[in-house]
């Protein structure tokens, strides 16, 4: 996987025959669907929780135009999943040749105007509903995006890329910066640095002390998420129920991990990691609304329930 949802998607061992034509049709699109897994567009709403999280913390709501930053989000979440498919075209056609690009459905050219499109759409967006800060840092985050999917995702330097663009989608969410913000986005990036490297090891298994890692990781990034400033009892409870949601969903995968680092087990603690976001996201917005986290959270359940339809990965 790709955009900044946190990882590499993982290869099929057994992907059967592969589906569709050999050459794309005229301009290159068989449908909306094929755009759809392109993007793998029912995975952004793992992202949306980002930038309510860098709201919440920084106390500023996202209200009037601030709405149109989890949309530029979004757009360059999805930009960043059609750029993946573009930059795994060849590896794609062996590993996973089901994937609109090796399957003829679209072709390569299609799929970067589709991320070329898409960045100057969550540009725009962020101009509009963050001002000149609002956009200076969607670029930031749009040149992560485009770093680490055409350079940095083979390398070991990986890891660090992707966490990059999800502290960097939660400052987009913020506003400005202080130390509460600051918490609330390296929350959000020592997760991303923990699960990507960790699905480095989906196809082959991994090393064990790189799933301690991924764990303790895991662990720092709940202590972060839940250990800022509340605005009352309620809100404390609130982070401290969805810290304990995300420690049960991502700790205990990760667990397996370590005592299986397998690529199967790997793969499943790799699913974890991405669902487990939007109860982390939710743990950092509760600390400042209730409403938010509760957003955030009902999240999770449409994605999975729209992943049956596009898959996420």
């Known amino acids: 996987m790709s955009g900044f949802s946190g990882l590499k998607t993982p290869a099929v061992l057994d992907c059967g025959?592969?589906?569709?034509?050999?050459?794309?049709?005229p301009g290159g699109f068989s449908g909306l669907k094929t755009v759809a897994e392109l993007v793998r567009a029912p995975a952004?709403?793992?992202?949306?929780g980002d930038t309510v999280a860098g709201a919440a913390a920084s106390g500023v709501p996202l209200r009037g135009r601030r709405l149109l930053l989890p949309l530029s989000s979004a757009a360059l979440y999805w930009a960043g999943m059609a750029l993946n498919d573009w930059a795994d075209r060849e590896l794609d056609a062996t590993e996973r040749p089901e994937r609109?690009?090796?399957?003829?459905?679209?072709?390569?050219?299609a799929a970067l105007a589709t991320a070329g499109a898409l960045t100057a759409a969550g540009l725009g967006l962020a101009g509009l509903g963050g001002g000149r800060r609002g956009l200076l840092t969607a670029t930031g985050l749009a040149a992560a995006v485009w770093a680490y999917d055409t350079v940095l995702k083979p390398t070991a330097a990986g890891p660090l890329g992707m966490a990059t663009c999800r502290t960097l989608d939660v400052l987009l969410g913020a506003g400005h910066t202080d130390r509460t913000v600051a918490g609330a986005a390296a929350a959000l990036g020592v997760h991303t640095l923990g699960v990507t490297a960790l699905s480095t090891g989906e196809v082959h298994g991994a090393h064990p002390n790189t799933a301690r890692a991924a764990l303790a990781t895991s662990g720092a990034a709940g202590a972060l998420a839940v250990s800022g400033p509340a605005r009352g009892r309620w809100h404390r409870l609130t982070s401290l129920a969805a810290g304990s949601g995300y420690a049960g969903m991502v700790g205990r995968a990760q667990a397996a991990a370590v005592a299986d680092p397998g690529a199967r087990t790997v793969?499943?603690?790799?699913?974890?990691?991405?669902?487990?976001?939007?109860?982390?996201?939710?743990?950092?917005?509760?600390r400042g609304s209730v409403v938010s986290a509760a957003l955030v959270a009902a999240a999770l359940p449409v994605a999975r329930l729209l992943s049956r339809r596009v898959s996420p990965t």
């Open 100 to 109: 609109p690009i090796p399957s003829g459905r679209i072709s390569p050219n």
């Open 267 to 286: 793969r499943s603690a790799t699913k974890a990691g991405i669902h487990g976001m939007v109860p982390l996201q939710a743990a950092i917005a509760a």
């Open 17 to 25: 025959p592969r589906p569709g034509p050999a050459h794309p049709g």
């Open 44 to 48: 952004a709403l793992t992202v949306l």
